[in-house]
């Protein structure tokens, strides 16, 4: 039918996209409606001077970092035109004169640059990698999974509950106290308590608080750098960054073309003015200009049905959590 879709998603940028591709990925009638005249959102590349519009530039996000490789593979942006060099390596002047250069692929070379700085923090750098890899391994897969429904008693959410605790067993007594308190201690303390000098120190605080409105005394700040150092661009490198070849519209052009190579249908200029409910529940979008696009006129437990095979990662609207319930596998449109 047209304008009926099984799943309406509100702005293309790079996370709706990302939505979109896995839905139609998975079988549902998928729009992804999208306010400006292209897709990308704040990943996006342009050509901001008039008198060379050969020049482009990545216009506000500006280096990929945590793109999961599960999701690289499964909607094959390689072959839709991801191509992330990774950078390094990583560089940190001091006023001193001196630096330190990290290597991803040069231990010695790492170990003699900190060195310079602590001899004790160079050689418990490697340790200290090997402690975030352990706790990445085990935290970096339950971005992509449906939490836990921590409370409730019916069989098929216990079972679940304990799958996510038996998979935290790989943490240990000592990694399940650190876990714990990295979601809620600074980055300052979580580094003076690897390291000494405070080069070493300032260094790794960098990444606890790129992207946040805080400093590196602020609580929550040590989990903002284990997020940052969870997943890689794609090179196997854990916490690694890198450009996209073309800037980083073309990451979303990337996941654009792999969302319309399974279906999805994306539409620009498409500015949602109001979402449809009806007794409490989604049934659709109004576009600025009156145009409707509804839900399938299908009863909510034959929706429910119809979803539950297709549960998948990513962002969307209506907001869908996939996880299983005591009545089987649960899809849940609200
Ligand atoms: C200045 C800046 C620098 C950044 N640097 C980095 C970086 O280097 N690396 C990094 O990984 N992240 C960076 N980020 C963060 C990253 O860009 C965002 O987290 C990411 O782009 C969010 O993607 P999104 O798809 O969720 O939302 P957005 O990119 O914000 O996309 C939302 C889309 O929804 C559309 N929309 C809004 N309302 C409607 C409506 N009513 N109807 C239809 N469409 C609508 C918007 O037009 C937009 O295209 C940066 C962010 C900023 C602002």
């Given at each position: 039918m047209a304008n009926t879709y099984d799943a309406i998603i509100i702005g293309g940028g790079h996370n709706g996209l990302t939505a979109g591709a896995y839905f139609a990925r998975a079988g549902a009638r998928t729009i992804v409606l999208e306010?400006?005249?292209?897709?990308?959102?704040?990943a996006d590349t342009s050509a901001p001077f008039p008198d060379h519009p050969e020049i482009n530039v990545t216009t506000y996000s500006y280096v990929m970092s945590l793109m999961p490789p599960t999701i690289i593979r499964e909607l094959e942006l390689k072959r839709h035109g991801y191509d992330v060099t990774p950078f390094g390596p990583y560089f940190q002047a001091y006023p001193d004169g001196r630096a330190i250069t990290i290597y991803a692929d040069d231990a010695q070379k790492s170990f003699d640059s900190i060195a310079q700085f602590s001899k004790k923090d160079a050689d418990t750098m490697p340790k200290w990698e090997e402690w975030l890899k352990g706790v990445a391994d085990v935290l970096g897969p339950l971005l992509l999974q449906a939490p836990p429904k921590l409370g409730s008693t019916s069989l098929g959410d216990l079972l679940e509950s304990a799958k996510t605790a038996w998979k935290m067993r790989k943490l240990g007594v000592r990694g399940v106290g650190d876990v714990t308190r990295l979601f809620t201690m600074s980055i300052t303390d979580l580094v003076s308590d690897w390291f000494e000098s405070d080069a070493v120190k300032g260094m790794l605080a960098v990444n606890g608080i790129i992207?946040?409105?805080?400093?590196?005394?602020?609580?929550g700040t040590a989990y903002v750098m284990l997020h940052h150092s969870i997943?890689?661009?794609?090179?196997?490198?854990?916490?690694s960054w890198g450009f996209q070849q073309g800037g980083m519209g073309a990451v979303s052009d990337s996941i654009r073309r792999s969302a319309e190579s399974f279906g999805a249908e994306i539409r620009t200029n498409a500015r949602v003015k109001k979402i449809l409910a009806s007794g409490g529940r989604f049934v659709g979008v109004a576009l600025e200009g009156g145009e409707e696009l509804r839900r399938p006129s299908a009863s909510p437990v034959s929706t429910r049905r119809s979803l539950s095979s297709r549960c998948s990662t990513g962002t969307s609207f209506p907001p869908i959590s996939c996880g299983t319930s005591s009545a089987g596998r649960r899809a849940r449109v609200s």
């Open positions: 306010a400006r005249n292209k897709t990308g959102g704040a992207g946040t409105w805080a400093g590196p005394d602020e609580p997943g890689d661009v794609g090179d196997g490198h854990l916490g």
